[in-house]
């Protein structure tokens, strides 16, 4: 799983400096818990990690920080479990995502609240975890977001 963890990092990492900074940190915190982080609470956390003192946090910085925050890789049931999950929401694909239509699909099929969920609602919900921006979540993105939910 380590190409996974790799690719958290990647999607916090913005600019693709090899370092996530307070500013990247804070943008991609706010996108995964949908309320915004200050400044100093970024700051805060980023420093809790940051050994070498160069106000970045690296991979192994990051990893550290993830682990402490509960988004390290989750033990074997609980990665086929969250892997049971994803696919119940997951287009069939080869290279499964959730798209909104998909997401609109299985919550209309959980019950009668969610009847009338309009697809720009869907979206709106998976924009809220789509770390990359590319419109769909994917096995990562979703992971992301029931660690943090």
Partial sequence: MASSASSVFAAFDKDGDGKVSASELRGCMAAALGEEVSEEEAAAILATA???????????????????????????????????????????????VITPASLRRMLRRLGSEHQRLEMEECRAMICRFDLNGDG??????????????
């Avoid at 990051?62 to 509960?70: G, N, V, Y």
């Avoid at 769909?136 to 939910?149: C, G, K, P």
């Fill in 50 to 96: 940051d050994t070498d003192g160069d106000g970045l946090l690296d991979h192994h910085e990051f990893m550290r920080l993830s682990a402490a925050h509960q988004l390290q890789e989750p033990a074997e049931e609980s990665l086929r479990c969250l892997r049971e999950a994803f696919d119940m929401y997951a287009e069939e694909e080869e290279t499964a």
């Fill in 136 to 149: 769909v979540l994917s096995f990562d993105e979703f992971r992301v977001m029931m660690l943090m939910a």
